[in-house]
RNA sequence: GGGGGAUUAGCUCAGUUGGUUAGAGCGCUUGCAUGACACGCAAGAGGUCGUUGGUUCGAAUCCAAUAUCUCCCA
């Protein structure tokens, strides 16, 4: 045994401990095929990004969770891995280019795609190296990255078969485009913003009655020249009489009709909408409807191009938006510019504005959405907080399909081959297959990858080797899917759950049209989804890189220790609430952590050693008949401490299980038990060290799976476990468990005892109070009289030095009646200072007279709550009893102080 | 426009089916080198639980309005 330093040193203990724990394999599942399988997939970071405190935040709840599992034997695996995050990576590697000079064209895709593989290894896997840093327990082994040879097959195959299975298509559609990253986006990729813009209302004569104008509200005025209708409402009276007339387009000067389509809003602007087919997805519609011709004028880059006219090619949107408004106005066409307030979408991940725009994509109907409404209406899965299923639902209520299509090189190319110059139209000319054609000659293989969360919602059953067999076999699918728990931010609902949801549905069994609900429960990807809040600042704004308002975790640790980040971070995170993030939290963690570090310092300094190595063992060495009240009341609360923990972290309360040990290890066990024990005397002694060992050793257990490195530090420096086994080995078990196990060993918990400890830390509390109030709290040299009745006084003399010692009393002695002193009610009785003739008389009266009107309140009210006839019929019988006893003891404490202001004589 | 969430001490937040005197941490005030811990110990100040109604013997808690903030969807 190694004496313990003063301060808890958290750098070296973690290295220490984590390359140990890598050593010896034990984050990987045992191989004990009885026992029970747990397993999390981690939401896969993009694999060149690093650790932010929403990564801390998740994966320090998952490595709880699978902590947790272990210690209670189960098989428990953690599957960690990283997504290829397909635009943000090419834009990286584009800019490393651009700073050569170079595009990804001048490259060549091939060529491209290395330099990106390049890029990934040695940018990539960083956050691997800090996730380990934090704790985390994953079974490094079983690493997946999404453009790995294997996954990259089930992510092609998963295309073909859903191609096979017709719910994959390709076509010509309104998608959204991002100018900046050249590529289309899902509708999920899209974040709307209001935007502070202008309502354009112009005018178009009329063709057929020259000097007569209709009336058109825009917000977009640069792509009138795109124009190739006028479009109303076929109910509007105002325009009846136009509709099948046409009006003249001013730039580039053309005549276009005048419809009618029930899409108009009558009450919108003027109620006459010009049509844009090539820019807008309404319009596109109406265009369909009415064959109207569609003209590009935006290109992809969003420049205005040649069929937007001479003066408007090769300018950009934002500023063809200013010169064809000054245009208009020069035409006498402008009739008002007014402010407006709209909402705008912009790209994601390039955070400029998207672009509506024609083009040929690949589109999925999505699989299984009604059994996967079903999987979470009953139950099947479940939400916490559940809440989230709204969320969920009303997205499912209202989808659309997917556009997985993306115009990008990095990532999983789409696996469909054209016939080289044939009509890509016949089916006969397309083949799809995971493999491409045997003759590839003549065959081009289609340009586009597919998005990245096509490859990321086959995640839970892609990373246990799905589709291949030999694989499947080896990684154990059949015994980890479904997955235990999923740890998530409620920001991916759409983007990852509910896909993932739908995927495993689909595949997790042969192919059925519908499911039955054991297909469901079969088939479903995990069984819960936990998810978590979003860390903002201290002035609830979202952590970014630009703001520079989030913290750098690793200097986190370097500070406080990875445990004391976890801890604090856990403690703060309530449940499905966003969270305030505060550096104090993590203060308080690493105090907590030295605070717990010290206590078991302190019981190795106060005495020797002995055998630790089970509850048994240590139970054997305590004594019952050198039991007082506090060692049955703080084994007592241990119990109860196992169980509500046990308790709240069923139900997924990681801070209200922070809370409930913290106040059992800080607020019972430093606060009294250990200096109740300085107390003991040396027959004593031997029990209580037993009893402390126990408490700690269950307190490790429990506080493990947020504090994994120092709970392991003091496990082996107390000597609960053998050099070559870990703590994860143990279970903290359960109140019922630890109760068995001491009576065993002959020793029964007195409940009861805990009622008299709370008098006796009350007693004290008390004590100290007073002697504050006459500034004597530094002193221990204070002569206490005090009256109580027999059993109070029995139980004080039991408890003298005890009492003594807390209070820091020289002696108590019992008497009869005391005059003109400082006196304190507790619940032992009224105790007593013997200073009588330094007592500010009038001070002790108004500090009496005060404590009294307080007590008279509660009397009051508790006396009208008795008498009201139907709160004593109605109110269940123990809160009457309650609420009588508190009277009494108010009243008792009243009449107390009404004596003690009589013996003033003055 | 639709939906979710929040509103409790100076700050950040607990408060689990309504029930005994509404709690914690931080911060603040005062005192303290006490058999481990100043990353500590002790004592204390500080709250009309956003507002208004309602249900109930009883409301921070349930219901309805309302205000403010916030997120998501259209």
């Not at 299975?165 to 100018?179: A, D, F, Q, S, T």
């Not at 000659?441 to 289609?446: C, G, I, K, Y």
């Not at 998005?451 to 291949?468: L, R």
Request: aromatic share 10%.
């Amino acid at each position: 045994m190694t004496a313990i330093p003063k301060a808890y040193e958290p750098a070296a203990s973690e290295s220490k401990w984590y390359s140990r724990w890598l050593e010896s394999g034990c984050f990987l599942p045992g191989s004990d095929s009885n026992a029970e399988t747990y397993s999390i997939v981690i939401p896969p970071p993009n694999v060149t990004g690093v650790l932010t405190m929403g990564h801390v935040l998740n994966n320090t709840i998952q490595d709880i969770l699978i902590r947790r599992a272990r210690q209670a034997g189960k098989r428990a695996l953690w599957i960690p891995g990283t997504d290829h995050a397909g635009i943000a990576t090419q834009t990286k590697v584009e800019k490393e280019l651009r700073q050569e000079g170079l595009t990804r064209h001048d490259l060549g895709r091939e060529k491209f795609v290395e330099k990106a593989c390049e890029w990934r290894d040695t940018h990539g896997g960083i956050i691997f190296e800090q996730l380990k840093r934090l704790g985390a327990s994953c079974a490094w082994e079983r690493n997946v990255h999404t453009l790995d040879e294997g996954y990259k097959n089930a992510v092609l195959h998963t295309f073909v078969e859903l191609y096979k299975r017709g719910y994959i298509y390709r076509g010509l559609r309104m998608v959204n485009w991002c100018p900046a990253s050249l590529t289309a986006l899902s509708d999920e990729e899209v974040i709307m913003k209001p935007c502070k813009s202008h309502l354009y209302k112009m005018r178009y004569e009329i063709a057929e009655e020259p000097g007569q104008y209709i009336e058109i509200a825009t917000t977009r005025p640069e792509t009138l020249m795109g124009d190739t209708a006028v479009a109303v409402n076929p109910e509007d009276e105002r325009y009846k009489h136009l509709v099948g007339k046409h009006c003249w387009r001013p730039f580039p000067r053309a005549q276009i009709p005048i419809i009618a389509d029930a899409a108009v809003e009558k009450d919108f602007g003027t109620g006459a909408l010009k049509v844009t087919p090539a820019h807008d997805p309404a319009d596109f519609e109406i265009g369909k409807r009415h064959d109207l011709p569609t003209i590009e004028v935006i290109d992809e880059h969003g420049i205005l191009n040649e069929n937007a006219g001479e003066d408007f090619a090769g300018m950009d949107r934002a500023k063809a938006r200013k010169v064809a408004a000054k245009k208009l106005e020069e035409l006498g066409l402008l009739i008002a510019t007014e402010d407006h307030d709209n909402n705008v979408g912009f790209s994601e991940r390039a955070d400029v504005l998207v672009e509506p725009r024609l083009s040929e994509q690949w589109f999925l109907r999505y699989p299984k959405v009604e059994e996967s409404k079903d999987a979470v209406k009953e139950a099947m899965i479940r939400f916490w907080p559940k809440r989230w299923e709204k969320t969920y639902l009303h997205w499912l209520n209202n989808i659309q399909d997917w556009c997985i299509s993306r115009q990008l090189w990095w990532g999983h190319r789409i696996p469909v081959w054209y016939r080289k110059d044939a009509d890509r139209n016949d089916p006969q000319n397309i083949h799809v297959s995971v493999e491409g054609p045997t003759d590839p000659e003549n065959w081009e293989q289609d340009e586009d990858v597919l998005d990245t969360w096509f490859s990321s919602w086959i995640w839970p059953f892609a990373t246990m080797g799905w589709p291949n067999e030999e694989a499947m076999q080896t990684h154990e699918l059949s015994k980890f899917y479904p997955t235990s728990d999923l740890v998530t931010g409620p920001d991916i609902i759409f983007f990852w759950v509910s896909r993932m949801i739908m995927a495993g549905l689909e595949f997790m069994g042969p192919e059925k049209e519908t499911l039955t609900p054991e297909d469901i429960q079969a088939r479903m990807p995990f069984k819960n989804v936990y998810f978590t809040g979003i860390i903002r600042d201290i002035q609830g704004r979202k952590m970014s890189k630009s703001l520079g308002n989030s913290p750098d975790p690793l200097d986190l640790i370097a500070k406080y220790g990875a445990d004391g980040l976890r801890f604090g971070i856990m403690s703060i995170a309530p449940q499905g609430q966003d969270i305030l993030f505060n550096e104090d939290c993590v203060a308080q963690g690493r105090n907590f952590c030295n605070k717990l570090w010290n206590a078991c310092r302190f019981r190795q300094m106060s005495g020797e050693m002995a055998d630790n190595s089970s509850i048994e063992a240590i139970a054997k060495r305590m004594d019952a008949k050198f039991f007082d009240e506090d060692d049955h009341a703080i084994l007592g609360q241990l119990t109860q401490t196992l169980d509500a923990v046990n308790k709240q972290l069923n139900e997924y309360a990681f801070s209200m299980a922070t809370q409930t040990l913290y106040n059992f290890f800080w607020g019972d066990f430093c606060d009294w038990y250990l200096e109740v024990s300085k107390t003991k005397s040396p027959e004593h002694k031997a029990t209580s060290f037993a009893v402390q060992d126990l408490v700690i050793r269950q307190l490790l257990l429990m506080l493990h799976p947020f504090t994994p490195f120092i709970t392991e530090e003091l496990w082996h420096l107390l000597g609960y476990g053998p050099e070559d086994s870990f703590i994860q080995n143990a279970s903290p078990g359960t109140a019922e468990g630890l109760s068995t196990a001491l009576n065993t060993c002959g020793i029964t918990l007195k409940p009861e005892a805990l009622t008299t400890v709370e008098k006796l830390r009350e007693c004290v509390s008390k004590l100290r109070a007073i002697k504050a109030q006459y500034n004597l709290g530094a002193k221990k040299d204070i002569n206490f009289f005090y009256t109580a009745d027999e059993a109070d006084h029995a139980c004080i003399s039991a408890h003298t030095e005890k009492l003594k010692s807390m209070a820091g009393a020289a002696s108590l002695t019992r008497t009869d009646d005391v005059k003109e002193a400082p006196a304190s009610i507790t619940p032992l009785g009224t105790f007593y200072i013997d200073l009588a003739s330094a007592v500010d008389i009038e001070a002790e009266k108004t500090r009496l007279n005060k404590e009294l009107e307080k007590l008279k309140g509660l009397i009051l009210s508790a006396q009208k709550k008795l008498e009201n006839k139907s709160f004593t019929d109605k109110a269940p019988e123990q809160v009457i009893a309650g609420v009588q006893k508190q009277l009494d003891e108010n009243k008792a404490k009243s009449e107390e102080i009404i004596k003690l202001l009589g013996s003033f004589t003055s």
